[in-house]
């Protein structure tokens, strides 16, 4: 007899969709902003797009197999991780999905091998030039792709798993592995596509707008990775100071604004007087109102506003469940 919870079910069917939409944004991301002008967003299908530059016979998805496949490989043998299914599932769905695209994307075998802008989507979508347009773009709807599989707790593999070799046994800080490994995959495509080293070289652009424009996607992507899985992130923490008992502004809170907070006795230094500090995280939009009542209160109050990172609680968002958890701030 089948006992499985409904919700549950729902839950699972919404996680395993989520990672499917998320491969199939990110490769649209590469193949019809990134892939095309040869610009080369870090991690492993920056490293696929250089590959492909020098052997333009294999598509840029299949270089991701053959770099992803072996990364996975060493991140059990060198750092001991259980690759989850997820992972694994969106490692080799999205390459998949990306040759797929490319395929249907370019008339022929060619236009294919030489990844032409001209005659992708019979040449609607040729972006040459507009350059900064495709590296935001690309990068923003690669960064919305990643940051959905993300949240599902799954990677694509790639240059974290670089990051973690290097944060292991070279002793160098998470960031800062990530940061090294997207330069040198961006100094390789340097060379060999700004260089003219590939196959699909092109002339239009000085060879130093190359590097600009991957490092604009690489920084694009991350921001937008990071608010998918986090949000805006522009909740504000505020301290006020008063003199007075505030029943009003405590009533506000509670009522209006349907917020807690805490009371805490306190003294002023100089004075040593007994005064009343209130200690609540708020919403921006929030802010103003709340501003406003604490003058009617008392209009000699000390407020400090300042942002929150992050507010986790009731009310707010739920406290990590593992240290497995990812958080790529």
């Not at 700004?194 to 190359?210: A, K, V, W």
Request: glycine share 10%; net charge neutral; charged share 15%.
């Amino acid at each position: 007899m089948c006992n499985a919870n409904p919700r549950n079910m729902k839950k699972t069917i919404y996680s395993w969709t989520a990672i499917l939409l998320g491969c199939a944004i990110t490769a649209i991301g590469f193949v019809f902003f990134i892939n095309p002008y040869g610009i080369v967003p870090g991690g492993v299908y920056g490293a696929s797009i250089v590959l492909q530059h020098i052997f333009p016979s294999i598509q840029v998805g299949t270089f991701g197999y053959m770099l992803d496949i072996p990364l996975l490989t060493l991140s059990v043998l060198l750092l001991g991780a259980k690759i989850g299914t997820r992972t694994i599932v969106a490692a080799l769905t999205t390459p998949f999905i990306m040759n797929a695209l490319e395929w249907v994307a370019y008339p022929d075998k060619e236009a294919l091998q030489s990844l032409d802008p001209s005659r992708l989507l019979g040449g609607i979508l040729d972006l040459s030039d507009h350059l900064i347009i495709a590296t935001v773009m690309g990068a923003a709807v690669i960064g919305l792709g990643c940051g959905l599989i993300v949240r599902q707790q799954a990677t694509s593999g790639g240059s974290d798993i670089v990051a973690m070799i290097l944060q292991k046994y070279c002793h160098m800080r998470f960031s800062r592995a990530i940061m090294l490994v997207d330069g040198v995959v961006v100094f390789f495509g340097l060379i060999v596509i700004g260089f003219g080293i590939g196959s699909n070289n092109t002339d239009s652009e000085p060879t130093i707008y190359l590097s600009l424009y991957s490092l604009a996607a690489i920084f694009v992507t991350s921001r937008v990775l990071a608010f998918v899985i986090n949000g805006p992130k522009n909740d504000k923490l505020m301290f006020v100071i008063s003199e007075k008992h505030l029943p009003d502004l405590r009533e506000y809170i509670l009522r209006d604004l349907d917020r807690t907070g805490t009371y805490i006795k306190s003294s002023g230094l100089y004075t040593g007087h007994e005064k009343e500090m209130l200690f609540l995280v708020v919403s921006y939009k929030e802010v103003d109102n709340l501003k406003l009542k604490i003058k009617q209160a008392d209009p000699g109050a000390f407020v400090v506003v300042t942002d929150a990172y992050d507010a986790y609680g009731e009310g707010w968002k739920p406290l990590p469940s593992s240290k497995n958890d990812i958080n790529p701030e």
